[in-house]
């Protein structure tokens, strides 16, 4: 063989492989732009709260791309809304040494105020502070969740209170009164929780059912602290059947297991009950 003939030989080898070379790197953009697009009808299911629908087309796509952050973070985000808070701390764990804290830490916070880990979400929200969501989520881990800072979660409900973009919006506005609610029934002021939560009451028709179950949960916490124990458990049974299969109902179904049936018996007198949900 002549060294013409050997350098064609070789030249048509290169030219075949990066023929496949460019082959498989299509293939792979177009395998990745059919997971992109998954993932964000996914997301766009949960912005419509059909947790079912996400979590059908999460699922499969978590099973063949586990290592993919961006695959953990949105899987996480359907785990988290769907009621499974344990599993999506996992995830948003490992996605977040990827993708960065300022776009996971906050969802991370809420996660562990989900599951009563207020030092964790302490530890986390350091990493995100100034997000809107990292300031809500924490005022809920530390007002709500075992070993929370209960004056700390008092402060931030405060600013949260007076906080106008936050309040724009119906989610907003009503997260921030059930905070304000459980801080002010914490500090003894009866009448400044039943306002605020009269006015969250309020905003119930505005709100999408799993953000009422949400917000129907925390509504329990502000009555439980007043000494309204029949209207806290009478707050969670219409929240856990506002929006079965959410995070909010989850909570509310946590939180209502915790009261033995002989506490309505017991229950403090308490004004009218304020539907939440």
Do not use: C
Request: proline content about 5%; aromatic content about 4%; glycine content about 6%.
């Amino acid at each position: 063989m002549t060294v013409d003939n050997l350098g064609a030989l070789l030249a048509a080898a290169l030219a075949v492989a990066v023929l496949g070379l460019l082959a498989w790197f299509l293939r792979y953009r177009l395998r990745l732009s059919r997971v992109t697009e998954t993932l964000i009808d996914a997301e766009d299911a949960l912005d419509e709260g059909d947790v079912e629908r996400a979590r059908a087309l999460t699922a499969p796509i978590l099973a063949k791309y586990p290592q993919l952050p961006i695959v953990q973070d949105v899987a996480a985000d359907v785990l988290y809304a769907g009621g499974d808070p344990l599993s999506a701390a996992s995830l948003y764990e490992r996605a977040m040494k990827k993708l960065g804290g300022p776009r996971v830490a906050p969802k991370l916070v809420a996660a562990y105020a989900a599951l009563n880990r207020a030092g964790d979400a302490r530890r986390v929200a350091a990493l995100a502070p100034g997000d809107p969501m990292t300031r809500l989520a924490l005022a809920w881990s530390e007002l709500a969740a075992v070993g929370g800072d209960r004056q700390k979660g008092s402060a931030l409900a405060d600013e949260l209170s007076h906080d106008d973009d936050l309040r724009s919006t119906a989610s907003g506005d009503a997260m921030a009164l059930v905070l304000e609610a459980i801080a002010a029934a914490r500090s003894g002021d009866r009448a400044r929780a039943r306002a605020s939560l009269d006015l969250a009451s309020a905003r119930r028709t505005d709100l999408p059912a799993h953000d009422r179950a949400f917000i129907g949960y925390l509504g329990g916490i502000a009555l439980l602290e007043m000494g309204a124990v029949a209207d806290a458990r009478e707050t969670w049974t219409m929240a856990v059947d506002a929006a079965p299969d959410t995070i909010g109902s989850a909570l509310a179904r946590r939180e209502r297991s915790h009261l033995p049936m002989w506490t309505t018996a017991l229950a403090l007198p308490a004004p009218p009950s304020t539907v939440i949900v």
